[in-house]
Structure formats: C-alpha cells, structure tokens
C-alpha cells in the first residue's frame, strides 16, 4: 500500500517585491523535493527568514501578491496511485476543495489571529459551515460537544478572544484546525508566543491528538527541541533550500550536513559545560543568494568546489538525504 | 439587566456630560465677561433701540437690560453674576427674541431644532456608512484605478468645508441644472399630505447631499480605507484567509466590524465639528433650521436669540456625543462583556 | 543652546525637503502659484478702495487687468479683490495659526512633562474647550466684537476653538516622548527640566508642530468663510470671505456671473488643496510607514 500523503516535486517559488522602482524577486522556497508520509510528524527547521513559512504557504496553495510559484508541484495522493497537484487548480477551487478538507493550518503567532470581535463559536460555525455545509443549530450542537471531548470547557464558546488565555486561545486554533478531520495539518511554529510551561502542555496535547486521530503533520519551527518532541522525520532548511532530510535519530544523534551540526552544536545540552559555538556570520540575501552551495560563506568546510557547484539533495545514507558536495570527502 | 459595571460606566458618562455642559458654560461666562465694557453698553444700546420703539413697553425693556445685564456680568456680586447667568444658559431662557417677537427665544429656537436634527441625522448617519463601506471594499481593490481615483478625488474632497463644497452644489444644481429650489420653502399646513413629504425632501437634498459627499468620500472614505489596509495585513485577518472563508464574509465580520467600532468613536469626537459645518450650509440652501435661524438673528441684531442659539448648540453636542458613548458599549461586544 | 538645537533641527528638516514626495511638491507648487498672484495685490491701484469705480455701463478697459476677471454688481475689478482676499485671508491664518498652534504646544509639552495635578486640570480646561462646538462660539464672540473688529482680532476670535486640539496632540506626543529611552536617559543624568524639553523632547515635536501649523491655516482660512457667511468678518475689506459674502448678497450665482464667482471659490478650493497636501506631504515624510510601497 502507498503510505504517500504528500509529494512536492521542485518547487520555487518566492516574492516579486517593488522597492524604489526596480522589482526585486526574494527567492524564498528554491527547488524543494520532499515526500511526506501517512501518519507521521514530519519537522522543518532552520533560522529565521530561510524560507519555512513560504514553503508551507506553497503547499498549501495560498499563493497571493506578492508571492509566486516559479515552478513546481505539490501533489496530494488522493488514493493508491492518484495524485492532485494542488498548485495547478484555481484559487477558489482549493479553497473549497482541498482547505480543511485535505489540509488544515495552525497559524504563526496565536494571539492574534481570532478575530476580536466575534466569538470563539462564531470561528468554528465559519468553518463549519463553509467546509461542511453544516448549518447553525446543528454545527451549535457539535461544537459543544468537539470542544468538550477535546478537554475543553464548553463555556468558552460564548467568550470572546480577548477574554482568554494565550494557551487556551493556542488550543482554540488547534481545535479548529482538527475539527474537520483533515488528513493533513500544517503547523507554523504553533508555540512561539507562549511561555515555556505552557508551550510543553500545549505541545504534548498536539502529539497526543495526533497519535489519536492518525493524521500526518508538518510542524515548521527554528525550535530545535519541539522537533525533538514531537517529529519523526525532519528537514533542515537554508536560504530557501532543504538542506537535509532524515529520521530524527539521525538529524541529532549523526548530522550529516555541516549547517546542521552547526545548528545542534549552539543548543546547550543538559551537562554539558562547555562552551556552545554559534553560527558566525549572518543568513544570506535572499534577493542575491550567493552562487554554488548557498551555505559556502559561513561553512567551516568550504573548498573551491562549492563556491562554483550547487550540490543536489542525495541519499548519504539509508533514509538520509543531504545537499553538500563534500560529504564523502570528509 | 445590565450587568455591573456597564451600569457604573452609565453613571460615570452622565456625570460627565453634567460637568462639560457646565465647565463649557462657565468658559462662555468668562468669556463674555472679559469683553470691553464699552462693547457691551454698545450692542445694547443697539439692541435696545429696535426692540424698545417696537415694545413700546416700559416694563418689558426694564426686563430686557435685566437679561444683558446678567448675561455680560455686570450686575450684582461675581456669585450672583455666575449663578444668574447659568440659570439663564441652562434654561435657555434669554427673554423674548427681537427678530420673532413677541415669540420668546425658547420658541424659536425649538420651531427649528427639529429641521436640524433631522438634516444633521440624516446625513450624518448615511456619510458615515456610505464612506466606511466604500473605504473597506475599496481596499480589498488596493493598486487598483478606481482605488486610484477614489483616493485622489477624496484628497481634493477632504480638506474642503462643507458650506464651501455647498457652492459648488448650488452653482451646478441651481443654475446648470435647475433641479431644486433655492428659495425659502413654504410649508403644506397639512403635515401627512405627500406634498409635505416632496416639500420636506426638496429643501434637504442639497444640503445633505453637500454634508454626505464631503463626509463619505473625504472624511469617512480615507480614514476607512487606512484603518482596513491595516487590518488586511493583520494575522487575525490573514488567519480568516487561510480558512477559506467567502470573500463577503471576510468582508462584513473581519473588516466592516472592526473598522466601524473605532469609527464611531471618531464620530462622536467629531460631531461638534460637523453640527457646525452643518449650521452654515444651511444658510445656503435657506433650509428652514437652527443655521438660518442663526443668520437671521446675527443680521437683525438678535442677541439674546444667538445665545439661544448658542446655549443650544453647546447642550444638544453635548448631550448627542454622550448619547453615542452610552450606545457604544451595546454595540462593542468587547466591553459589554468584560 | 536651546534655541541652537531648535535651528539645526529646523535646518536638517528643510534639508530633507528635497527628498520630499509628489504629494508636498504638488501642494508646495499650488501655493506658492497662489502667494505670487497674491503679492500682486501690492500694485493695487487705489481707486480699488471706491465702490462703484466702473459702473456697468462703463466696463473696464480691454488692455487694463481689471478686464482679466471682469466686475462685480458694486462696481469693483474682481482681480484686485482677489490678490487683497488671499493676501489678508492668509494674514488672518497666521495670525490664528501663530496663536493657536503655540499655546497648545506650550500647554501640551507642560501638560506631558509635569504630569500629575497641573496635567489633570490642563486636560480638564483643554477637554471642556473642546466639547464647546466651536462654530456657534466664534459666531457670538465675532458678533460682540464686530464693532471693533479687525484682520489680528478676527485671528484671536479663531484661535480660541483651534488651540485645544494642538494641546492635545502635543501632550500625547511628549508623553510617547518621555517614555523614550533618550528622554530618561537625560532625566537620570542629572538634566533640568527646561534642558530636557529644548534638547530632547522639542525637536520630535518640531515636524507634527509643522503640519499642525499648516492644518491651522487650513482650519482657520474655512472658519473666515464661515464667519463671513454670516457677515461677521471684516466686510470692508477684501477677504475670501467677504468675496463670498458679496456673492451671496447680490445672488451673483443666480445671475451666473460666473467671472465673480469660480475665482473665489477656486481660489478657495486649491488653497486647501495645496496646504493638506503640503501638509500630509511633510507627515509621510516624517512617518514613511504612511506611504505605502505597492
Ligand atoms: N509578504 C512578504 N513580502 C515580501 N517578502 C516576504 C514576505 N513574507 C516573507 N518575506 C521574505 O521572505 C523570506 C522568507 O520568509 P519566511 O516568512 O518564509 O521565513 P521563515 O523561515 O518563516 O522565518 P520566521 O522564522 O521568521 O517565521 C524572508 O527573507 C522574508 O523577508
Ligand atoms: S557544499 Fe561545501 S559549503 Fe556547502 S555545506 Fe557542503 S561543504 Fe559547506
Ligand atoms: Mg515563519
């Protein structure tokens, strides 16, 4: 059987910006290749600004001024050998079709993306009856009931945003993004604004809901230790390219790429006293990525070859794929 | 019933409202008592020559020095200058007026409050929501031509008084376009008539349409269209996007609703400024309300009728503003709730 | 020392103009178009002060100015009224504007740099000021003083509704201001009050203090209009106002004398026009994020 949920096939894409009469393109997503299985939590790291949330707006086809696709595919494997590519339909056809149904989304920065000035009930009848047609007192009635099996008290669906906690209204957005029974949820850095205590609560309740209800999970994050919460598999973002996929095992016990033993290498670790290194210099333009690997500025092993050749993403190992042209020379 | 401290809040705006009405009095006293003595014996005498040949009445232009006197505190001790003269202010109460006598001020002035009230409602409450509309659907079109040239018009639009727009009007509408009459309108005694109705409709066109154009596509239009390109960038905003929601829906409950709150507090701040604006255009237009009313008392001398009027002004803005702070929070969840 | 750092700033500011967008160039042209036919009314000749000069069967000559605009019903060349009607309507908005805008930058610096009692009880007088609508006020003090009028006391009758609004901006301004880190910084260095307020808090105020400036001239050109609707500004002279004032008075839009009436109230027109634009202008210059990058 075909345990493929998601494959995205050399996607480009970035953002046509105007500044002072010369039209600049930030290539933020630059040939992007990654399967994504059924049931698994798969993770995208790396710094801030390479890319992460433009690769997840790609995806998920909320594709506005000024972002474009440049070229690629993302399709979504409906049965055993049936893909849809979801950048090749029009902007309301995914809105009906694959949003919520296929694909949900858990937003970047929770504390301000209920609307103030509606109730937290009016969010899911939105959702409710838009993808699913389902009209007022029913959705009423099974609102109610969703929120209360999630834990949730059920008196929260008359309160209006402001009057709740940033975790509560954190689990408000989780809610609404499962309720639907998507086969696959987006999570841009779902944490970030919390407090630690919180976030660890919030985070363990993510991982619980998802074993429960077997769906397949992309969480993007720069937080290397949600990733090692919560995903299975992870991809190591640079500039706008995947640098590295593998296991999690693999990504923290034997990172292969040097951006990523750089990257593991500045968190501090439990015992460990010595001092951590961090990443010298600063990410690259976007607008000018430099040529070749588009690490070779800051990397520690840079040699001639990768100032001129951009490497390709290769299987190193067995389920471990890098992009660094000196890997087996190491 | 209402919850605690929406009923404290209550209380707290109506105080309010009780002590700008006095400290806006207490400033006129003071300054009309600090005009020249000179000044003052003047416009009486000025006064008293038209009013005392027509009263031909002792007693009554005994009355009258009594009310000047008061109102420009220049009798008795400060306390009882103060005292009288807010007696007179707050009752409205500045004897009989010159230009409609023997009709007193309190008479005239509530003939034509109603004429007023119903121009300034009217198209107040349509600039508004005709501007705040435009301004939220346009900026869903932003970059676009017609945005373009809304936005240019509303600028060109902006700074302009209404009671000069008002001449633009009258020029095209009375002498292009001769579509409305400028004249003093007479009304139907029968107030149920349809002839009523076209009478009524016809004398406040042109004013309301100078208040609403400059209101909706100036005032209203450029602050809506800035606080919606605002909101467009918002998460919670973007968030309504990445659900799929309809286009329509976004558009009533993520940007119509939460430009309009903040714009009715805008409206509230504003509304000395627009029932001024108001006041003049109607003298154009010869609308039959508290404006001409003005006009006419001013050319014919009419002290004690401009005080009325005046009196009148600074209690009903007080008491509309005060009005619309008491509806806000039934209209705001966010407060009715907290 | 003050007053230096007051000069440099307004120094640095005029330099920038030249970086200034469409918007301030555009208003900065209008008016300066407007001043110059202005100045012209220097040249007035002084049989203009007569009324009744060229009677209407004797029309001005075709090679004399008076032709460019033609006459009025009194008998008066609208083209010298013109040039006197701008000239004294900006007077009387300098007047306000230099009033006005500088009492409510006093009382608004004071008001946010003491805080506390004197706070509350400038807020309190500026609050009640405010809820006063102000047209009904000008309209009875003008009447009181029409026998003593003239072009600076009909700018003071303005100021006197146009002042608050300044106190209040400036007062939120400061207190934004003194929550800065500079502003601290001079506090806990040992800096005096006076020292803080010329150094530190009055060259951010400079800019809003500009465009407040012109917003006033804006207000206070349509409030002369307003008052002389009513016949209660200076009708001997040549004002905006009055122009209109004699317009209404002899039904000249009825009559379509247009040459009497489009100059006035065009003049009038573009005059707000270049002052808001030349006023928006300097905020988008101040605070880019006004200006939207498409
Ligand atoms: N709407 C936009 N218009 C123009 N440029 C954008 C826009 N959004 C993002 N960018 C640029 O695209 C690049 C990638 O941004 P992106 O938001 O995908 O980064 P990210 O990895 O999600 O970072 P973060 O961790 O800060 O969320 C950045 O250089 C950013 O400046
Ligand atoms: S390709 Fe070269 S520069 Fe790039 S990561 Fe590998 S070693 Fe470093
Ligand atoms: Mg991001």
């Not at chain 1, 694909?103 to 959702?127: A, C, Y």
């Not at chain 3, 090679?63 to 900006?90: C, E, H, K, P, Y």
Request: include cysteine; hydrophobic fraction near 50%; aromatic fraction near 10%.
């Amino acid at each position: 059987m075909n345990d493929e949920v998601l494959r995205i096939k050399n996607l480009s894409g970035g953002y046509l910006v105007k500044r002072d009469n010369t039209l600049d393109y930030i290539d933020a997503v630059n040939d992007v290749n990654i399967i994504i299985k059924r049931d698994e939590v798969f993770g995208i790291a790396g710094e801030s600004g390479c890319g992460k949330s433009t690769l997840l707006k790609l995806l998920y086809g909320y594709v506005k001024s000024p972002l474009i696709i440049k070229k690629g595919e993302v399709l979504l494997s409906e049965s055993t050998n049936y893909y849809l590519n979801i950048l090749s339909l029009k902007n309301e056809e995914v809105k009906k079709k694959i949003w919520w149904k296929y694909i949900s989304w858990i937003p970047q920065n929770s504390m301000n993306v209920l609307n103030p000035t509606i109730r937290i009930k009016d969010h899911f009848l939105e959702i409710l009856r838009m993808h699913m047609k389902i009209e007022r007192d029913e959705a009423h009635k099974l609102i109610v009931e969703y929120l209360g099996l999630l834990g949730l008290s059920k008196d929260i669906v008359n309160a209006f945003p402001h009057q709740l906690s940033g975790g509560m209204r954190q689990r408000i957005i989780i809610a609404l993004a499962l309720i639907t029974r998507p086969k696959i949820v987006l999570a841009d850095e779902p944490t970030t604004a919390l407090d630690v205590v919180v976030q660890r609560g919030i985070l363990q309740w993510l991982g619980y809901k998802q074993r429960e209800l077997k769906n397949t999970m992309i969480i993007v994050s720069h937080d290397l230790s949600i990733h090692a919460m919560l995903s299975k598999r992870i991809g190591i973002m640079y500039a706008g390219k995947i640098v590295e996929i593998s296991r999690s095992e693999n990504i923290f016990e034997k990172p292969l790429h040097p951006y990523t033993q750089l990257l593991l290498s500045s968190l501090p670790r439990l015992g460990d006293k010595s001092l951590r290194i961090g990443i010298t210099g600063s990410p690259p333009d976007l607008i000018r990525p430099p040529l070749g690997c588009r690490f070779h500025p800051r990397c520690p092993y840079c040699i001639e070859r990768c100032i001129i050749e951009e490497p390709d993403l290769t299987e190193a190992e067995k389920d471990h794929f890098i992009a660094c042209s000196r890997i087996e020379k190491r | 019933m209402l919850p605690k401290h929406l009923i404290k809040y209550f209380l707290f705006r109506i105080l309010i409202l009780l002590a700008t009405i006095f400290t806006a009095f207490t400033i006129t006293f003071v300054i009309l008592k600090i005009m020249p003595i000179d000044i003052v014996n003047n416009i009486i005498a000025r006064s008293m020559a038209v009013t005392g040949a027509a009263l031909g009445d002792p007693e009554a232009v005994r009355r009258m020095y009594e009310i000047y006197y008061e109102i420009f505190g220049l009798k008795g001790t400060f306390i009882e200058q103060y005292v009288s003269f807010l007696n007179r202010f707050l009752t409205m109460d500045f004897g009989i007026s010159i230009l409609a006598r023997p009709a007193t001020v309190q008479e005239v002035i509530s003939y034509r409050l109603p004429w007023t009230v119903a121009l300034l409602v009217f198209s107040t409450i349509l600039s508004w929501v005709i501007g705040n509309i435009i301004g939220a659907v346009v900026s869903l079109f932003e970059g676009s031509k017609l945005s373009n040239i809304l936005q240019s018009l509303a600028i060109i639009l902006y700074p302009i008084p209404y009671y000069v727009f008002a001449l633009v009007l009258i020029y095209i509408f009375g002498y292009i376009i001769p579509l409305f009459s400028l004249t003093p309108i007479r009304l139907p005694s029968n107030i149920f008539s349809l002839e009523f109705i076209i009478t009524v409709f016809r004398a406040m066109t042109l004013p309301a349409l100078s208040i609403i154009v400059i209101g909706a596509l100036g005032w209203w239009f450029l602050s809506s269209r800035a606080m919606a390109l605002n909101i467009i960038s918002e998460d919670f905003y973007l968030y309504g996007e990445i659900r799929g929601l309809p286009k329509l829906h976004l558009l009533k409950k993520y940007l119509l609703k939460n430009i309009l709150l903040p714009q009715i507090t805008a409206l509230s701040i504003n509304l000395g400024t627009i029932f001024g604006g108001a006041l003049l255009t109607e003298i154009l237009f010869n609308y039959p309300g508290l404006g001409t009313l003005l006009y006419q008392a001013v050319n014919a001398g009419d002290y004690p009728l401009v005080l009325g009027i005046v009196s009148m002004s600074i209690i009903g803005v007080a008491v509309a503003t005060c009005i619309m702070d008491l509806l806000y929070p039934l209209i705001d969840p966010r407060i009715r709730y907290r | 020392m003050g007053v230096r750092l007051v000069v440099q700033g307004l120094f640095k500011n005029i330099i920038k103009t030249r970086k200034m967008g469409l918007k301030f160039k555009a208003g900065a042209t209008i008016f300066f178009v407007i001043m110059i036919f202005g100045l012209l009314s220097f040249l007035t000749p002084h049989y203009h002060s007569y009324w009744y000069h060229f009677p209407q069967a004797h029309p001005p000559s075709l090679q004399s100015v008076d032709f460019i605009f033609g006459t009025t019903s009194n008998g008066r060349s609208v083209f010298w009224s013109l040039t006197n009607a701008i000239v004294n309507s900006l007077i009387i908005a300098v007047v306000t504007s230099m009033l006005a805008c500088h009492i409510g930058l006093i009382i608004g610096i004071l008001s946010g740099i003491k805080g506390g009692v004197i706070d509350k009880i400038m807020m309190f007088l500026t609050d009640s000021f405010i809820a006063i609508p102000g047209l009904p006020l000008t309209i009875m003090l003008a009447m009181i003083l029409k026998p003593i009028i003239n072009l600076f006391l009909l700018g003071v009758i303005i100021s006197i509704i146009s002042w608050p609004w300044s106190a209040r901006m400036i007062r939120a301004i400061t207190l934004s201001l003194r929550e800065k880190d500079f502003v601290i910084f001079a506090k806990f260095s040992g800096m005096s009050t006076w020292k803080i307020i010329f150094s530190e808090i009055f060259p951010h105020i400079l800019g809003f203090h500009a465009t407040n400036i012109i917003n006033t001239m804006l207000g206070a050109i349509g409030a002369e209009v307003g008052l002389a609707f009513l016949g209660l500004s200076i009708i001997e002279m040549d004002t905006l106002g009055t122009m209109i004032y004699w317009i209404q008075r002899y039904g000249a839009i009825l009559q379509n004398m247009w040459w009497w009436v489009v100059p006035p109230i065009a003049t009038l027109i573009l005059l707000f026009l270049s002052l808001y634009l030349v006023s928006t202008g300097i905020q988008e210059f101040l605070n880019p994020r006004l200006r939207r990058v498409k």
